[in-house]
């Protein structure tokens, strides 16, 4: 019996606020889902990708953009598998965790600051990185809408 992922299915902050629908898949390389993330989707569905949470300051970790809207992402890549390349990646078949986010059809849209809560909500129940954790995994929220505030 495969065991559920603590991210599959509804997700709902303490205060009740937020109710999203999440999908897990693993894989094993960070840069290609970065590649994947920051691109066009698969049917130009991403608009303006941009990150909205990580194990650092966003501003900090949101890739460069190079001539016109390409993005420089080896340098948020690395940083994502510095700690497997430290480990000498044993033991890690699958290292890399995506966890596909969406709003409940009937709810408001949520700005970048709400998703930033709901992502750093998953990433603590999950036990990835539970908040105040500085040894918890290397992660990053990524937006595919425009940016909005509040």
Known sequence: MRRRSK????????????????????????????????GPGKANEHIDPHLVAGF????????ERRRGEYRDLRRLAGLLDQPLAALNGSNYRKPVWHCAL???????????????????GIMDRTG???????????????????????
């Open 56 to 63: 650092g300051d966003p501003a900090e970790l949101e890739p």
């Open 102 to 120: 969406r709003a409940a059809p009937e709810d408001r849209p949520l700005s970048d600051a709400e998703w930033a809560q709901v992502a750093e």
């Open 7 to 38: 991210c599959a299915g509804a997700f709902r902050e303490p205060a009740g606020v937020f109710r999203v629908i999440g999908k897990v898949t693993r894989g094993t390389d960070a840069r290609r889902l970065l590649y994947y993330l920051y």
């Open 128 to 150: 990835l990185a539970p908040a105040g954790d500085d040894l918890g995994v290397r992660w990053v929220a990524v937006r595919h809408a425009p940016i909005t505030s509040t």
